[in-house]
């Protein structure tokens, strides 16, 4: 069965520091993997999708950036955080349908 | 501009009632309608999904309608239970696209179903 492994579950950064947050996902082949983020009181946004490896697509201009190393690896990141990316980040992964499996979340808390 | 909206952000009902969740869109191309659940501190869960070529889909004590004329959907669920109790959110797409499908998400419905 397929699984989606996302950490860390939570995380506090100072502003101006660097994040990574890493996703993978076990029992499945070249899936199409996404990273959205729940800011307070708002829905799930979409930050960035990704087809294959190397493939990143952006969904809206933003401090944050995504890799794709491996086919089953998804990483989002940033250089310098802000105040504003304090948020519910989420990964999820489908396989050629609408229908997302999202991991557990990671709540990023930026001061 | 949020293409789907869930305007009722907190829903309270008693154990055994009917829960109604209910979803407006705007944009007329989304085909393919999804309602998904959320606990506390854990990733959304699919729930149920509903195709534009049908007006109702049921699993279980969840039924999704949808009125294609009027944008809306809606999540009954029958009879309530306190499990019940998490956030609702509604999403849609205009289904596939070069292997991609773009799922938009409302802003979510927090339900509490009283014991």
């Known amino acids: 069965s397929q699984t989606i492994h996302q950490w860390p579950a939570t995380l506090v950064q100072p502003v101006g520091s660097p994040l990574s947050l890493e996703c993978t996902v076990e029992?499945?082949?070249?899936?199409?993997l996404y990273w959205y983020r729940q800011a307070a009181g708002r829905g799930l946004q979409l930050l960035f999708y990704?087809?294959?490896?190397?493939?990143i697509s952006s969904e809206v201009p933003q401090n944050l950036s995504a890799s794709r190393p491996q086919d089953r690896q998804f990483i989002l990141s940033s250089k310098k955080l802000l105040l504003s990316d304090s948020g519910f980040y989420l990964c999820?992964?489908?396989?050629?349908?609408?229908?997302?499996?999202f991991g557990s979340g990671t709540q990023l808390s930026v001061l | 501009d949020q293409q789907v909206k869930q305007n009722s952000p907190s829903l309270s009902v008693q154990e055994g009632r009917i829960s109604i969740l209910n979803c407006d869109y705007t944009?007329?191309?989304?085909?393919?309608f999804l309602w998904y659940k959320k606990y506390p501190a854990e990733g959304p869960t699919f729930l149920i999904s509903?195709?534009?070529?049908?007006d109702k889909n049921e699993d279980g004590r969840f039924t999704v309608f949808l009125n294609k004329s009027a944008k809306h959907l809606s999540l009954h669920i029958v009879p309530s239970q306190p499990g019940d109790s998490a956030v609702y959110f509604c999403a849609a797409s205009k289904g596939n696209s070069g292997g991609y499908q773009k799922v938009t998400f409302g802003t979510g419905t927090k339900l509490q179903v009283i014991p």
């Open positions: 990704s087809v294959g490896i190397g493939q």
């Open positions: 944009n007329s191309m989304f085909d393919y």
């Open positions: 029992g499945t082949s070249n899936p199409n």
């Open positions: 999820a992964w489908s396989a050629g349908s609408q229908k997302l499996f």
């Open positions: 509903i195709s534009s070529i049908k």
